[in-house]
């Protein structure tokens, strides 16, 4: 549950984070992987399909912040 | 929360655009990718699942624009 | 809202047309991609995932038709 | 809407068919490309995952098939 | 309509599978394609991916086994 | 049905890692592959969809971990 949209945002963010975190428990590796996908412009696309699904999820959790 | 399905999609893109910016912050890097997946037709199908998917969220929280 | 699902496909078949134009607003350019993606297997199942998102968005839109 | 789970599916699969007849509409194009995707194991996975999203959909529209 | 969320997820694997069948009808091709997907990680996690997505329309048509 | 939202990403990264088991039953040939998508970047992030969607069923299917 977050207050606001922004940060139901960047809580689908943190989690898609965590995911690869879990998957990939190296942070040697991350950092190596890194800078890969931040010059890639079709893993960047990939990146924002996750974090859309997961906003989708945060946003139906919190009845899409109506009063 | 927007007034018409139109704006909904204008939304989803700058919805799916933040997420690029988020994971990239370096505005000259984007600038290099830009003409990359502007130019790629599998990139381009790529960004449409995403927006697709953000739209569809932000219609369930406008309960579809019905009155 | 669409008076039929028939409607709500070409709905959902135009969305995804107009991300790609928002994407890529250069008509010559977008000329350039449909060949390639028109002979791709792969990016025209890619296609069709992204108006099969389109379409459920529709569909639930419309309360699925229902009288 | 269909009378039962089965025609659902093959409504599923039809409906996944007609986008690629619509962006392709050239039938001999279409002929060439059938036994690409046929014999790719990353396509037909591809297709699996666009028949699954048309499949939720057509459930949600007959709300499951409940009585 | 499942028992239980496991025969719920058995029945999504074997719809995914049902898929690939109705596609590609020729069994002596799907035998030959099973070990290509079966030894490629990129395969595996698509077929993850379309699994997840019958396991969610399922799990919505028994109202998540809730009693 | 789990305690905690943090108790559903578990589930929702075992039951994605569960199919990669049924799909590919041979412990040894699942070790090869694990450090082939470990390593690669575009496979995490692919791993991060599917744990995503089966996030999305648990969490609608714990009502959100709404009281």
Chains 1, 2, 3, 4, 5, 6 share one sequence.
Request: cysteine-free; glycine content about 4%.
């Amino acid at each position: 549950m977050t207050a606001t949209p922004e940060e139901g945002r960047y809580l689908a963010i943190k989690m898609a984070r965590l995911i690869i975190k879990i998957t990939q428990p190296d942070a040697a590796e991350r950092d190596k992987l890194r800078p890969i996908y931040a010059k890639d412009a079709g893993m960047l696309i990939a990146i924002g399909q996750t974090v859309a699904i997961e906003f989708s999820t945060i946003a139906a959790a919190n009845n899409y912040w109506k009063k």
